[in-house]
């Protein structure tokens, strides 16, 4: 059984940073990636960043390129997320969860879900 915990979340001001963490068990990074969603208070869930299994390969939403980062390290079956230049509508419940870039593509794995690492950004 795949097991995905987060870490990392906080509260920041506008233009801080965070780096998010995700460790995952009964998981190797031979079939899925994994990457993060973000839901905020009264919005859909939104597919945030990938990274590929198969070549590490990334995907990032339009709103955060250029701001966040993913990256993996499979000999600890983990994953992060460094996000810099933060704004308010960042600020979220952000649930690693695995996935998978393909034609720079997401796709992702509805029964896989961290339990989440609280996000704020204050302006």
């Known amino acids: 059984e795949v097991m995905l915990v987060d870490s990392g979340g906080g509260s920041v001001q506008t233009g801080g940073s965070l780096r998010l963490s995700c460790a995952a068990s009964?998981?190797?990074?031979?079939?899925?990636?994994i990457g993060w969603f973000r839901q905020a208070p009264g919005k859909e869930r939104e597919g945030v960043s990938c990274?590929?299994?198969?070549?590490?390969?990334?995907y990032y939403i339009d709103s955060v390129k250029g701001r966040f980062t993913i990256s993996s390290d499979v000999a600890k079956n983990a994953a992060y997320l460094q996000m810099n230049s933060l704004k308010p509508e960042d600020t979220a419940v952000y649930h690693c969860?695995?996935?998978?870039?393909?034609?720079?593509?997401?796709?992702?794995?509805?029964?896989?879900w961290g339990q989440g690492t609280q996000v704020i950004v204050s302006s």
């Open positions: 009964g998981f190797t990074f031979d079939r899925w990636g």
């Open positions: 969860v695995l996935c998978e870039v393909r034609g720079g593509k997401a796709y992702w794995d509805p029964d896989s």
């Open positions: 990274i590929s299994s198969s070549d590490g390969g990334t």
